[in-house]
């Protein structure tokens, strides 16, 4: 029972490269959600979905694009990075937004150097 | 926009004794659902308690309650017979809007240190 596993949990970038954090979550939950954590920031949201080819903004959307071909997965990209990008990632699925809680993956933590 | 706010950024409580985590929110949609989180220093997310806008009677789930003043918009956290391995930081959420298409947001949370 897996659950909502992040790949990878760890990675260094150096400024300008690219990556693509995965999601997957075997829930078959619709939405899913990713969030930046950072110092006294708690977790902002960056995009979500509310369910398979469709994405939204969040609260920090910019730097960032999401893709979701698949419901059970929920892709983050980082284009060109950037060290104000420093942070650690959380994805989250949930079956309904309002009355269902949300289940988190472990996290990635991305240092751009 | 929705808005969640948590005023003690960190707070001390004696072990055995309870303590109340702070959330207001704000928010103009008559439906919406409230979310407590628990983060240990190990980094997980763990969900505690769920209260709907609806529900009539306050959440509880175990040493966990949520006081729920709707007029107020407030959904403080009480953590009773507090224990060592709740020192944590414990966040508040919120998904407005019963018709779906709405992200949960979070505040910026209070980060609990139970003294022995």
């Known amino acids: 029972n897996a659950g909502v596993t992040q790949t990878p949990k760890f990675r260094v970038l150096k400024t300008g490269q690219s990556m693509t954090l995965l999601c997957a979550q075997d829930?078959?939950?619709?939405?899913m959600y990713w969030y930046r954590q950072d110092p006294g920031m708690g977790l902002r949201l960056i995009h979500y979905?509310?369910?398979?080819?469709?994405?939204a903004k969040g609260e920090v959307p910019d730097g960032y694009n999401v893709s979701r071909l698949k419901k059970q997965n929920f892709l983050l990209g980082l284009e060109s990075a950037a060290p104000s990008q420093t942070s650690v990632y959380f994805c989250?699925?949930?079956?309904?937004?309002?009355?269902?809680?949300?289940?988190f993956g472990q996290g990635t933590r991305l240092t751009v150097v | 926009a929705q808005k969640i706010t948590q005023t003690q950024p960190g707070m001390f409580v004696q072990e055995k004794e309870a303590v109340t985590l702070d959330c207001t929110y704000d928010t103009s949609d008559p439906s919406y659902g409230l979310f407590w989180y628990k983060q240990p220093s190990s980094g997980e997310m763990i969900f505690l308690i769920y209260?709907?806008?609806?529900?009539?009677q306050n959440a509880t789930e175990g040493r966990y309650s949520l006081n729920f003043q709707k007029a107020r918009k407030s959904a403080n956290l009480v953590i009773s017979a507090s224990q060592l391995g709740d020192s944590a930081m414990y966040f508040c959420?919120?998904?407005?809007?019963?018709?779906?298409?709405?992200?949960?947001?979070f505040g910026k949370g209070t980060r609990l240190s139970v003294i022995a």
């Open positions: 959420a919120m998904t407005p809007a019963l018709s779906g298409n709405t992200p949960l947001v």
């Open positions: 989250a699925s949930s079956y309904y937004s309002v009355n269902t809680e949300a289940f």
């Open positions: 829930m078959n939950h619709e939405y």
């Open positions: 979905s509310v369910g398979e080819g469709t994405t």
């Open positions: 209260q709907g806008s609806y529900d009539q």
